[in-house]
């Protein structure tokens, strides 16, 4: 099934008061994502300093694995737009396999095969435009996902493309 990441998800599986809230009784939305991305940080301050003060006493955080001929390995971190995946396995000391998943392809996921929608899609449906000459309520809702979005989404009418560019316009 597909699965929303970023700080509105995390902050609903946390069982954060106000964004199980909000969810709970106006569903998630644009507004809802922005407020959970400006939480975010505040929340993590406090505990990046202390992982700060930690890494400043005589503590070892790397240590290299030496040469790997053989073996495999993964990487999942919450990053900044959500959950981001790494996937390698090494043969013979070459890689035979890499694999990465962004959070965009979590959210931005295409339809499935039996036709089920990705997070960013649900999100836009139903979504009120006010101009459709410029449909920059369909802009927020993509970047209140991710905000890397900014300068790759356009929307096209009849193959072309339509609106204004969004390119150099920050979330």
Not at 62 to 81: H, K, Q
Not at 108 to 121: F, L
Request: aromatic share 4%; with cysteine; hydrophobic share 40%.
């Amino acid at each position: 099934m597909p699965a929303e990441t970023g700080p509105l998800a995390e902050a609903v599986i946390a069982g954060h008061p106000l964004f199980a809230d909000l969810v709970r009784r106006h569903g998630p939305s644009a507004l809802v994502r922005q407020l959970a991305r400006l939480v975010r940080p505040v929340e993590l301050m406090p505990v990046m300093e202390t992982w700060l003060s930690e890494a400043a006493e005589d503590v070892t955080f790397y240590n290299s694995p030496g040469e790997i001929s053989d073996g495999e390995g993964c990487g999942l971190i919450e990053a900044t737009r959500g959950a981001l995946g790494h996937w390698v396995r090494i043969e013979g000391g070459v890689i035979r396999h890499y694999q990465i998943i962004t959070p965009t392809a979590w959210n931005a996921s295409p339809r499935d095969g039996g036709g089920t929608r990705g997070p960013i899609e649900e999100a836009l449906i139903g979504t009120p435009v006010q101009d459709l000459s410029n449909p920059v309520e369909l802009g927020h809702v993509v970047r209140s996902f991710d905000p890397c979005l900014v300068c790759t989404v356009h929307t096209i009418q009849r193959g072309r493309r339509a609106g204004r560019a969004t390119a150099g316009i920050g979330p």
